[in-house]
């Protein structure tokens, strides 16, 4: 059996230790045994990476074997998503699970059920039943004994839940939507400062756009902690409390709120599809990777599913049925972020009656609403606890004190919002047609979808929830006195899309890509975008490309040149210092090809100077001083751009120079004093710890832990690899990179790390590690003789009578 794995820009070995975990001469494992459920035999078929190719004689049984899969694979993981989700920790973990439980319970969905399930694709809810009644199946075989309990059960003296099919809809805590975050602390900036002072903070776009306090704001109000129970609500579970057996200690708001900013802007993605006419094969090319948090598991898996008159193969998260990027038999599928703004914030005058408090609306008080709802607590009394609710949704904070009350209003409130379920209407899509009708019901997050058809043609397409607020911009918290409604969903028709486009492709990567004219202004879509760094390069490197190749654009997802570098380097070129350490760092970023290589000098200078000194010392110049702790850093592409500008005058060289000597000065603390020796590999790692090691001891941590291995790029570059400015390790990125020759789908490539396993013990778990690092991919195979070609083991399932 064929054992070579493809590169990134060709064939390449595969590092040591790395590669599939057989040896060639692994004969294929054949196992069995019967299931309770399963309405058919069936056959799961995992290939030596670890994916699954599900078999089955129904639609309903693919579905059901896929969630049973998800339990054989990644049980602990959907199992604590759900309990994230539902406000169920307590019940597993005990009593500093409270606070979380009640704030992730605010954000569920709570409308209509009948309503949200007619929201999906027809069959939607038959599917989600079936997938939840495979989880259950696994989960019952491990209370039985018959299928271990993963560690993590173990570790944390719990064991896994049974499911229902809505909660798997219900939660919408999981799906990126914005930008509740940015209202908030810009807020406090405008009154710290001015409405001047936000400029560095973050970057308006398209501009020029003029920011207003709304009427009736008074934006001191807000007060710094108003979003405790939203962040607490859709942070991830730490287990740090658990083991200290105390809640975790209670953050400064202003620094919670600044990360929460930070991490969500570096969850992004790169998609793409080129046209027949650009291609070497004369067949349509997707490829997408999105860029989401990384560790270990994997935010994501991959799974081919099988059964008569349906077939789809790609990756989505394992809690969730079908796949949100990939194909099916004729058209090939991919998401990246449209930052469309889907949150609010109202601020409330509020008055206190007999029960709950009542808030100003048009004139008069409304009572706010009040669910009651009991917390189960593991080794102790439940707890009762209320949850408050206006006519705009969850009440964040109260403030009785100033009679002010503080809601969110979202899109995770409405109907068919379920995060990424709506890609079950591609799931049997063909053409374009079908595609458009898919991204017409699109609700939450909101995407760039990317679409490729057998047929050659390609496509993209904004989708997502619009509000319509006819008289603000979302920038800002606004009075919930009646003043400032959305007024219905702007139709998704008026979002922007192209078919074939003239130049033979198109690529997405957040950025702004409203067209030319588009009337921004009236319909505020969004103004606050990812930098252009990503799509610059991306579409540099494929105009230049005029047949382009599988490997073409592994290459470029894996590529890590910074564009954005290029314009801050160029600021650089006329500048001179007498510091010796100084002028040696700007000779190496002048002669630098903005490649950000792990053995890269420059590349170290330059991420440490741009994510440690330079906003710091532009915000110095440019912001109020009562202002300069609340934007921090600044925004980079807003720094860059005030630093293009003529606005700092004789202070930008001070700016640069001082900034550069500062970045000087901590890599040799971090690196020792030659300059030589500094590297951006020595820097910048991926290094993954799963939440659940904080309750081991040190040798089964160890096992736990994956990595560290040196990575190259950066968040402007194609490779995204957000690192924490702390310590440089990677935060975020492409866990999953896909690459599909559209039509001829046994050719495509794929990765997903550390691996497709969540077990520590699986050969699986970490396989894919030292692969996704060195910018590698294996096969993605899709025709059964491919799939048997490639074969590991063989289950044959049969129904248990």
């Known amino acids: 059996m064929r054992r070579t794995i493809l590169g990134a820009v060709g ?7 790395a590669a599939a975990a057989q040896p060639a001469s692994a004969a294929v494992r054949h196992e069995s045994w019967p299931v309770a459920g399963l309405a058919a035999p069936a056959q799961i078929v995992i290939d030596r990476w670890g994916v699954p190719h599900i078999y089955a004689a129904s639609v309903r049984d693919a579905f059901f074997l896929q969630g049973y899969n998800a339990g054989r694979d990644r049980l602990w993981q959907i199992d604590l998503w759900r309990k994230r989700g539902l406000g169920r920790l307590s019940a597993s973990f005990g009593p500093t699970y409270v606070a979380q439980d009640r704030a992730a319970r605010l954000l569920l969905y709570r409308g209509d059920m009948a309503r949200e399930w007619a929201a999906y694709a027809p069959g939607a809810k038959d599917e989600v039943e079936a997938f939840a009644a495979g989880v259950n199946a696994y989960v019952a075989e491990v209370r039985a004994g018959t299928k271990p309990l993963p560690p993590e059960f173990k570790l944390s003296a719990s064991q896994p839940e049974t499911w229902a099919a809505e909660d798997v809809i219900r939660i919408r805590s999981h799906a990126l939507v914005s930008n509740v975050t940015s209202e908030v602390a810009r807020a406090q900036v405008v009154c710290a400062g001015g409405v001047e002072a936000d400029k560095l903070r973050r970057k308006l776009d398209p501009g020029p756009h003029k920011l207003v306090v709304p009427a009736g704001l008074d934006p001191c109000d807000v007060p710094a902690d108003v979003l405790k129970d939203y962040i607490l609500g859709t942070e991830p579970v730490s287990f740090e409390q658990l083991k200290a057996g105390r809640a975790a200690a209670v953050a400064d708001p202003r620094g919670q709120l600044a990360r929460r900013i930070d991490e969500t802007s570096a969850e992004g993605s790169n998609n793409w599809v080129i046209a027949p006419s650009r291609t070497a094969s004369g067949r349509p090319i997707l490829a997408n990777d999105p860029h989401r948090p990384v560790g270990v ?61 009542a808030y100003r609306y048009n004139g008069g008080f409304e009572p706010m609403t009040v669910v009651r709802e009991t917390i189960e607590v593991r080794g102790e009394a439940p707890r009762q606890v209320e949850l408050h609710f206006t006519r705009h949704g969850p009440v964040l904070a109260e403030d009785a004190g100033k009679h002010r009350a503080f809601a969110l209003r979202t899109v995770w409130n409405e109907p068919g919002a379920a995060g990424y379920f709506q890609s079950s209407r591609f799931w049997r899509a063909k053409a374009w047609g079908d595609f458009t009708k898919g991204r017409e019901a699109w609700g939450a997050p909101p995407l760039n979808l990317a679409f490729a058809d057998r047929a050659g043609e390609v496509g993209w397409a904004a989708a997502g929830m619009a509000p319509v607020r006819p008289n603000w911009d979302g920038l800002m918290p606004v009075p919930g006195d009646g ?36 009337p921004n202004e009236q319909r505020k879509i969004s103004f606050e975008w990812t930098d252009p760094s990503r799509i610059t390069r991306i579409e540099e490197v494929l105009a230049k490309t005029p047949k382009a190749t599988l490997a073409d654009s592994m290459a470029l997802q894996t590529d890590t040149v910074s564009a954005q570098s290029r314009r801050l380097v160029r600021l650089l070129k006329p500048l001179a210092s007498s510091d010796p350490d100084v002028a ?59 630093l293009e500008s003529p606005e700092p005058g004789r202070w930008r060289d001070l700016i640069l120079l001082s900034s550069l000597k500062a970045a000087t000065v901590e890599l040799t603390q971090r690196l020792g004093p030659d300059m030589t020796t500094w590297t951006w590999g020595r820097l910048h790692k991926a290094d993954f710890f799963p939440a659940a090691g904080a309750l081991a001891d040190h040798e089964t941590a160890q096992a736990m832990h994956v ?63 030292a692969l996704w690092a060195a910018g590698q991919y294996v096969p993605l195979r899709y025709s059964r003789l491919a799939v048997e070609a490639d074969a590991e083991t063989v289950i044959a399932l049969t129904p248990k009578r």
């Not at 064939?11 to 230790?17: E, F, M, P, R």
């Not at 924490?724 to 990677?730: E, I, L």
Request: net charge negative; charged share 15%.
């Open 584 to 642: 040696r760092a700007l000779a190496l970023l002048k002669a630098w090809n903005s490649d950000e290589g792990t053995d890269s000098t420059a590349a170290a200078i330059y991420e440490v100077w741009v994510a440690r000194d330079l906003g710091q010392a532009a915000v110095a110049v440019a912001t109020p001083q009562k202002a300069r702790g609340l934007v921090g850093a600044g925004h980079l592409e807003a720094v860059i751009s005030y």
């Open 297 to 357: 598991p994997s935010l994501r898996y991959i799974v081919h599913m099988e059964a008569p008159g349906f077939s789809i193969e790609g990756a989505g998260e394992p809690a969730l049925p079908g796949v949100a990027l990939g194909h099916n038999a004729d058209m090939g599928f991919g998401i990246t972020i449209f930052p469309i703004d889907q949150e609010d914030l109202y601020v409330y005058e509020t008055r206190e009656g007999s029960g709950a408090a």
């Open 11 to 17: 064939w390449a070995a595969v590092l040591a230790g």
């Open 483 to 518: 003043r400032y409604e959305w007024a219905g969903f702007m139709p998704e028709a008026l979002l922007p899309s192209v078919k074939n486009p003239t130049k033979g492709f198109f690529a997405t990567a957040n950025a702004m890509n409203l067209p030319k004219g588009y």
């Open 707 to 769: 990595g560290p291995l040196p990575v190259p790029g950066s968040a402007s570059t194609p490779r995204a690899t957000t690192y924490s400015p702390r310590d440089f390790t990677q935060i975020a990125g492409a866990s999953v990179r896909m690459v599909l020759d559209v039509g001829a789908w046994d050719n495509s490539m794929i990765i997903n790390t550390p691996g497709q396993s969540g077990d520590p013990a699986s050969p699986h778990y970490r396989d894919l590690f």
